[in-house]
């Protein structure tokens, strides 16, 4: 037997500490969800009706089963407010996530192009943001883009603007948000491919004649298609569900899913709505979640 | 010659202005911490004012010992588990349920997290958990690990798996093996992954949000219901501090990674 497959075996033994932990404390809790989702909202602590007494007996399951209800998904799919928090969720997610390939493109192609010292560099001062709070970065937005902030003192100053612009709640300050706090997530899977494509194809192209223009998209952007698919799921995902930017940064006179599922739970203390909208959120982001999954273990597992 | 000229003005402009627009808020929002004046938008001079109120803000310390407690424990329990599951992932070969878990893993990377918030605090509800320091611990691991593990895996498959089975072929048990070679060569990306964990934790709102209890706020919720009201003097001191504290820890884990990559090929940094 190779000492490969001898090593493997205490190594399969090490996954049973983390196994047991996800399924349990992911796994399992979807469970939950889909469950109190399918019960009825009952003012109560905690607030829907008790989860299967497995002690009961089967009668009493029976009785549990029977009473499960689709309510909940109904009221989801009648209540125009619902529709439009997830009709607006994934438009605001296809808008910056279109957004941040525009503006992360160039400077990961520009952070591929330095000389390979520096690239380390320019990649560390990318990863710093990302390693700084996702609440003071959005914090630090409102101080710029408030009534008084340094935004309009600058605009004004130059004679840009006759009066204070109004930013704050406002979608282009939730799009400011968005882009600064998600831009690292794009930039560093692109730079990672683009670092990694060989200048002599570009090259090629050039010497044949190629405009410009013409090498980038017809060599570059094809070659980097694997970066920008990471890219675009590693954004597109979450800011479908993302609850902090649009509640501090837009208005509200329009929800995001994360908003109206928060304050479902938070503010009207209704778990059973709030269950079946984050179910609703899950099958609305399965297949991208599933092509993020492939991605994933492909770069991680095979591609070396 | 195209060769020499591979950087364009464009490149450099670009880059720039990335760099700028992802660094100048933050360094705004640094300097007027130390703006003596309560008018968030006037200059008054420099001063440490604020900084004393945070001091004497007892439910704002309260909060902040909580978050480095929280993300203290999570962090090592999450670099625990990650970095057995990253071994298991990357040297187990295959294995029974191995798509699950691989798929366990890398989901909580990009799930809402709403989703993952909610789904934590039915299962503690269910279980009358009393929620608090534990609950949040626990939930932060949760998420966590799952970034310990992609950046301990990544170093795992970068590594000369030729070493390890030298070792083996001179007598090493395959726990020695890794114990004595894999791990002091893995061991800056599970110090990296430790810090990441811990800077990931002390930033979470929505995830502590639904799965403290009431009386045990962690700092994020407490800036973030503070900065539902507006924006405070006070809150731009804590925000500074919270970022020194990061900056340190990133420093740490670059030297580490540096260390790391002095050893063979750098560890991805996610």
Excluded at chain 1, 45 to 64: H, K
Excluded at chain 1, 234 to 255: H, K, Q, R, T
Excluded at chain 2, 21 to 31: A, G, N, R, T, W
Aim: with cysteine.
């Amino acid at each position: 037997m190779s000492s490969r497959r001898i090593f493997a075996r205490p190594a399969r033994f090490a996954a049973i500490a983390p196994y047991v932990w996800m399924a349990l404390f992911f796994l399992v809790p979807f469970a939950f969800v889909l469950k109190i989702s399918l019960s009825q909202t009952a003012i109560a602590q905690p607030p829907y009706e008790p989860v299967f007494d497995l002690t009961a007996g089967w009668d009493a399951l029976r009785a549990a089963f029977a009473a499960l209800s689709i309510d909940n998904f109904k009221l989801l799919v009648s209540d125009d407010i619902y529709v439009f928090a997830y009709v607006r969720s994934l438009t605001v997610a296809l808008t910056a996530t279109a957004l941040l390939l525009l503006i992360g493109y160039p400077i990961a192609y520009g952070m591929a192009r330095l000389p390979k010292s520096w690239q380390a560099v320019a990649m560390v001062l990318v990863i710093v943001p990302f390693w700084t709070s996702f609440l003071i970065r959005i914090y630090a937005w409102i101080n710029i883009l408030q009534h008084d902030g340094l935004l309009n003192q600058i605009l004004l100053a130059l004679h840009l603007v006759g009066q204070p612009v109004v930013w704050l709640s406002t979608d282009s300050a939730m799009y400011i948000g968005i882009v600064y706090s998600y831009l690292p997530f794009m930039i560093l899977p692109l730079y990672a491919t683009l670092a990694k494509m060989e200048p002599a194809l570009e090259e090629a192209a050039g010497d044949l004649g190629a405009p410009p223009w013409q090498v980038f998209w017809l060599v570059t952007f094809p070659l980097s298609l694997p970066g920008v698919g990471a890219g675009v799921l590693l954004c597109f995902i979450p800011i479908v569900g993302e609850f902090v930017i649009p509640d501090l940064l837009a208005g509200s006179n329009s929800l995001m899913i994360g908003q109206t599922l928060w304050l479902e739970f938070f503010t009207n203390k209704d778990w059973p709505v709030a269950s079946a909208a984050a179910i609703v959120l899950l099958l609305v982001l399965l297949v991208p979640l599933l092509l993020y999954e492939r991605l994933q273990k492909r770069q991680l597992e095979q591609g070396r | 010659m195209r060769k020499v000229s591979r950087l364009s003005r464009f490149n450099v402009a670009s880059l720039a202005l990335g760099l700028a627009f992802l660094y100048l808020p933050i360094l705004i929002l640094v300097i007027y911490s130390f703006n003596a004046s309560r008018l968030v938008t006037v200059w008054g001079g420099w001063s440490l004012r604020w900084y004393h109120e945070f001091f004497n803000d007892r439910a704002m310390i309260e909060a902040a010992w909580m978050s480095f407690r929280v993300a203290v424990s999570s962090a090592t329990i999450a670099t625990l588990l990650g970095t057995l599951a990253a071994v298991a992932l990357s040297r187990g070969e295959r294995f029974r349920g191995r798509t699950l878990f691989s798929g366990m893993l890398y989901a909580p990377l990009v799930m809402p997290e709403v989703i993952t918030g909610l789904s934590l605090l039915l299962l503690f509800v269910a279980l009358n958990a009393e929620r608090g320091f534990w609950t949040v611990t626990i939930a932060h691991t949760t998420l966590t690990m799952c970034f310990v593990a992609v950046v301990v895996q990544s170093r795992l498959g970068s590594l000369d798996r030729s070493l390890e089975e030298a070792a083996m072929d001179l007598g090493c048990d395959p726990v020695r093996a890794f114990l004595s070679v894999t791990l002091p060569l893995i061991a800056p990306a599970i110090v990296a992954g430790w810090m990441l964990a811990f800077t990931l934790s002390l930033d979470d709102l929505v995830i502590a949000s639904f799965t403290t209890g009431p009386g045990s706020a962690t700092l994020p919720i407490r800036i973030y219901s503070e900065v539902r009201l507006g924006v405070k003097p006070e809150i731009n001191a804590i925000c500074t501090l919270v970022i020194a504290l990061i900056a340190v820890v990133i420093v740490i884990a670059s030297l580490a990674s540096k260390l790391s990559s002095s050893q063979g090929e750098s560890a991805a940094p996610l």
